[in-house]
């Protein structure tokens, strides 16, 4: 079946510490790949996305995320993660290319002191 | 650029009342609007995908009597929660997709309704 998994649905990290956020899709040819982020109550914003060419792609707020092919892979990465960036985070593809974006179930970051 | 905007924020309402919700792409064209459903702690949940001056594709299980859409204009669409109860409660989320002529073309989010049906 047709699906976005996010195998993390919270994780909590030290302010300053790196974040690392899991996403695998399961969809018959390589979709377009996004990262968004959602603060409570707000609407969801685009950190960044993938396309074609380079399987790094860099974002806003220091966010990079790096496609897999082999592994079906979209994973979000940060150096030095800020308390400002707990929110939740969603993966969602547009499968082969199409218009319609579907999405993983999320992931609460919590960010301590 | 690129804003949505969304109106009410926060609607309570009776049970049985109808609730209309409002999707404005403030400074572009929209030729495609989505609307969205999320409960606590889950995903965006597709229900509807409406084009300007067309009937609203909706998805498997949505009630197209109940979720009424218009997208009578390129910057407006309109979400009618008709004969609401309390399992309609949650947050409803709007995006907007202006036409660019691109392979693919980017949607703008909103920031969301919360409809509380009691």
């Known amino acids: 079946a047709q699906s976005v998994t996010q195998p993390d649905i919270h994780i909590t990290v030290s302010e300053g510490a790196s974040l690392e956020l899991r996403c695998n899709y399961s969809y018959g040819a390589t979709p377009y790949l996004f990262w968004y982020v959602q603060s409570p109550g707000q609407g969801l914003q685009l950190l960044l996305k993938y396309f074609s060419g380079d399987t790094l792609v860099q974002g806003i707020k220091g966010f990079e995320a790096e496609f897999k092919r082999s592994q079906s892979s979209f994973n979000l990465r940060k150096p030095s993660v800020h308390w400002s960036d707990a929110a939740e985070y969603f993966c969602a593809v547009a499968p082969g290319g199409a218009n319609n974006l579907f999405f993983g179930t999320g992931t609460r970051l919590t960010v301590i002191p | 650029g690129a804003v949505v905007s969304q109106h009410p924020s926060r609607v309570i309402c009776k049970s049985g009342t109808s609730v209309k919700i409002e999707c404005r792409s403030l400074d572009f064209q929209a030729t495609t609007m989505f609307w969205y459903r999320q409960f606590p702690k889950q995903s965006l949940m597709l229900m509807a995908t409406?084009?300007?001056?067309?009937?609203?594709?909706?998805e498997q299980g949505v009630e197209k009597d109940k979720f009424l859409i218009n997208h009578a204009s390129l910057t407006l669409s309109t979400l009618t929660v008709t004969s609401a109860h309390p399992e309609d409660s949650s947050f409803y989320i709007c995006?907007?997709?202006?036409?660019?002529?691109?392979?693919?073309?980017?949607?703008?989010f909103g920031p969301g309704t919360r409809l509380t049906v009691l």
């Open positions: 409406s084009n300007e001056g067309s009937k609203a594709t909706y």
């Open positions: 995006s907007a997709r202006p036409f660019t002529g691109g392979k693919y073309n980017e949607q703008f």
